[in-house]
């Protein structure tokens, strides 16, 4: 009992640290596998084996040089057939008439006739043709014995010697008895390789057909990736689409199948082809299985489009070489000819290439446009670009609210009479007033043309780059109205309506691009109401008729087919200032790319065209401050400061006032007091001196006027 000891309280030493803790890995000994079932362990080494790259490379080679033996066989035996007997005219006679075509039909028939009328006299000459053969036999028999005699007597009167008379016959018999030594000594063998060397050829002709089952063909033949397309690749591509009527008829046709394909023609960078359809099969069929076709011919679904031509009952393929259409396209011609000028009325804008390489160009005439898209894909791009050869024409006047205010359009800046950049709700307010501004000058314009029907009026577009913010702001005027949203309160949503409405008539137009198009960031009754429609990349059908329209998209119009990322600038177009194919509804452009710096370039050229633009920038509005006074205070005691210091400065004195301000803007401000930036050492810079003595001269300008 007294050993026994309770402790009630904590113990205030901590315990020592546990010892590491070890694990040991059991590895199987050499016993252990014996407690493994023989039959699992053989299963799992079938496996393996069965499983195993060589395995199936081996089983594949087998089996692909032992079926091309077999595929040859049938192809001779069909060959053979077809040479034999009327089985080639009757082909073609069902392909005829499968494909409507009764004239070939009756020629074919024809010509069947003729051969069963050869045919039969051949047949009928057989039967006499034994009695003929013996006949033929003895006498050439008797006269070639009569010959050597002959020639036997001639050797012995010439060599006065009698028995060369038989010397002739002799040596054709010494002559027949080799050759008959020598086919005793052939014949064998020839009769153990024969049946190889006829294998051998039906094999020779199996691997040139590749007459093999797909799965145990090489895999650069398996795949097909980039084989160039045969009118046999063709037919076999629409007869496994899964059409049960194109698949009988074809059948039906044989290898005649290809008598419903026009000439296979180059287009741009694939070929083109038309394919008439047999009775029963429509164009809407083969439409719908635009994926599958394209995958039977080898090719991605982006490399093949389907088109109705104005020909009844034909749809016209496009196949584009494979990865071609991964290759970039050329320069603008924006870009490469200084020279060129633009008529907005009668011209149109060089955009890009279509599918098939032929220059892509858009008339822009009294169309309002609306480009969309996903995120990233080349939207402002493609806008920009058609903006750029507008404003080659010095009549067009430009009103352009950016927001998304990354600089995308600000070599605008003294081209357009309002540039308005930047994300925030401010400049959704003045985007709104600048698109309420296009509709006083439309109004303004219909009343003179009330008076003057004549009258003619210099184009004006709007432009509106991520058209959604405005649709989703939030904020509401004095009176209570929202700016944003598709209402009929809403004053972006009914400005925009008002200039579809009725601006192209006056030439008040309205460009907007706009991403991701949902009912929310783009209405209904604003994206119907632009005259061309184009959409980059998209993510859901649903989507695609948005952009485009049911009609568009129903009649093979297909954005959310293009490869996000890797399609970057192709637009699929619905327009009618756009050269459409006959019978469809869109067509697909891939645009030409100019960067900043050659859009500067290309809108210094149109500045020399003008006068000179004054352009207004958005009014700030937040705090109000004294702009002159905040430059000489961040410029502080330092006798000149460069200009790239005094924004930064200026921003990080308010960056609500100052955080979107530019070279133009500091410009602009110091040389309306006289006070405008200066080059020092080859870099623009800011007199404190100037900004100090303007600031004054200011100052003392108010008393003045106090007083």
């Known amino acids: ?43 799992r080494a079938v496996k393996r084996l069965a499983t195993d790259e060589r395995t199936t490379t081996a089983v594949r080679f087998t089996a692909r040089h032992s079926l091309y033996v077999l595929g040859g066989a049938r192809i001779v035996a069909r060959r053979t057939w077809d040479g034999r007997t ?22 074919w028939e024809e010509r069947g006739q003729r051969f069963r009328e050869a045919r039969h006299r051949r047949r009928m000459d057989l039967l006499h043709s034994p009695l003929d053969a013996a006949k033929g036999a003895l006498v050439g028999t008797g006269m070639g014995i009569g010959s050597l005699v002959a020639l036997g007597v001639v050797l012995a009167i010439a060599n006065k010697d009698p028995g060369d008379i038989i010397t002739p016959i002799q040596a054709v018999i010494e002559f027949i008895a080799l050759m008959i030594t020598i086919v005793q000594v052939v014949w064998g063998p ?21 007459a093999a089952p797909n799965w145990a063909l090489p895999a650069n033949v398996r795949s097909g990736e980039g084989e160039p397309i045969t009118p046999s690749i063709v037919v076999k591509a629409l007869r496994d ?57 080898t090719r991605h679904e982006h490399e093949v489009f389907i088109t109705i031509p104005q020909a009844a009952r034909t749809v016209r393929l496009w196949i584009a070489d494979s990865g071609a259409l991964d290759e970039p396209i050329g320069p603008s011609p924006l870009v490469t000819d200084e020279t060129l000028t633009a008529d907005y009325v009668k011209g149109r804008a060089p955009w890009g290439q279509d599918l098939r390489g032929d220059a892509a160009a858009l008339s822009l005439y009294q169309r309002h446009l609306l480009i969309t898209g996903l995120s990233n894909q080349g939207k402002t791009a493609a806008l920009r670009a058609l903006a750029l050869w507008a404003c080659l024409d010095r009549r067009v006047e430009f009103r352009i609210a950016d927001l998304k205010g990354a600089g995308d359009w600000a070599m605008f800046d003294g081209l357009a009479t309002v540039l308005i950049q930047g994300p925030a709700d401010e400049q959704v307010i003045e985007a709104t ?27 004006l577009i709007g432009i509106v780059d991520e058209a959604q913010v405005a649709f989703m702001c939030p904020v509401k005027d004095e009176d209570g109205r929202p700016y944003g949203g598709s209402k009929a309160t809403s004053r972006y949503f009914m400005a925009v ?32 109401g632009a005259h061309t429609r184009a959409s980059l990349a998209l993510g859901t059908e649903s989507q695609a008729r948005m952009a485009l329209g049911d009609k568009a998209v129903d009649g093979g119009a297909a954005p959310h087919l293009l490869r996000q990322g890797l399609d970057k600038g192709t637009l699929v177009v619905a327009s009618d200032g756009i050269a459409i194919p006959a019978g469809q509804a869109s067509i697909t452009v891939r645009t030409h790319y100019i960067d900043d710096e050659q859009a500067t370039a290309i809108t210094d050229r149109a500045k020399a065209l003008r006068d000179g633009v004054t352009t207004l920038h958005a009014v700030d509005r937040g705090e109000d401050r004294d702009q002159l006074a905040d430059i000489a205070s961040v410029i502080g005691d330092a006798p000149r400061l460069r200009t790239k210091d005094v924004l930064t400065r200026l921003a990080m004195l ?50 003045a006027s106090a007083a």
């Open 497 to 528: 309506r008002k200039v579809h409405n009725q601006g192209r008539v006056v030439d008040v137009l309205m460009w907007q691009g706009t991403q991701d198009p949902t009912d929310q960031n783009l209405p209904k009754l604003v994206r119907e």
């Open 433 to 459: 007033e600048m698109v309420e501004g296009l509709v006083e000058e439309m109004n303004r314009r219909i009343e003179v043309r009330r008076t003057d029907p004549n009258a003619v009026f210099p184009p």
């Open 1 to 43: 009992m007294g050993d026994n000891v309770v402790h009630l309280h904590k113990n205030p030493d901590p315990p020592a640290e546990p010892a590491p803790v070890t694990t040991l890995t059991l590895v199987p000994g050499p016993g252990s596998a014996a407690r493994v079932p023989l039959w699992v362990r053989s299963g």
């Open 86 to 107: 009327a089985a080639r005219y009757e082909r073609m006679l069902r392909a005829a008439e499968a494909a409507g075509n009764y004239e070939a039909a009756a020629e």
């Open 190 to 210: 020839l009769v153990s390789i024969g049946p190889f060397l006829a294998l051998l050829g039906l094999w020779a002709v199996g691997r040139h057909q590749q």
């Open 654 to 703: 308010s960056e609500d006032a100052y955080g979107s301000w530019s070279f133009i803007d500091l410009k602009r401000v110091l040389d309306g007091v006289g006070a405008g930036p200066y080059k020092s050492d080859g870099v623009m810079v800011v007199s404190r001196d100037r900004v100090t003595r303007a600031l004054a001269n200011r100052d003392d300008d108010g008393s």
């Open 241 to 297: 689409l899964g059409i049960p009527a194109l698949r009988n008829a074809i059948k039906e046709m044989g290898d005649a199948g290809a008598s419903m394909l026009g000439p296979i023609r180059i287009a741009g960078c694939g070929v083109e082809v038309d394919v008439t359809l047999p009775s029963g099969v429509s164009t809407v069929e083969v439409q719908g299985r635009r994926r599958k076709l394209a995958e039977n011919l």
